[in-house]
């Protein structure tokens, strides 16, 4: 069975090649949010992950990526997404909770200033 699995197609997520994979995560469609987290907190790629933050909307698993991650540019992006979801969400609630995820102290900053 196991060389069977090997002659089906993977998807691109899946692919051994990290520009592959980012690749697949740009095309997939907004509503593969679980996928998303999944990728953001467990692929082996910096560069997978920061492209899965990039798309992800779950505010509890960006404020992990964003204090847990092993790489410092994705902790970064982590924290940006979440400013970005506290600043324009259309839903008031995640626009909340987001900002109430926010550990950054200049981010935090910016928020009061920006927000409405």
């Known amino acids: 069975m196991a060389l069977l699995d090997r002659l089906r197609p993977q ?8 520009s592959s994979r980012v690749s697949a995560v740009e095309s997939l ?12 907190r467990d692929d082996e790629s910096p560069r997978v992950r920061r492209a899965a933050v990039a798309r992800l909307e ?3 698993v960006l404020a992990g990526v964003a204090a847990r991650d092993a790489d410092g540019q994705t902790r970064h992006d982590a924290s940006a997404r979440l400013l970005s979801l506290a600043l324009e969400h259309a839903a008031p ?12 102290e200049r981010q935090l900053v910016q928020l009061a200033r920006s927000a409405s």
Do not use: Y
């Not at 998807?11 to 990290?18: A, I, L, T």
């Open 11 to 18: 998807p691109g997520w899946k692919h051994p090649d990290p």
């Open 29 to 40: 469609p907004a509503t593969e949010q679980s996928l998303f987290a999944t990728l953001a």
């Open 58 to 60: 779950d505010v509890e």
């Open 93 to 104: 609630e995640r626009r909340q909770a987001a900002a109430a995820a926010i550990a950054d």
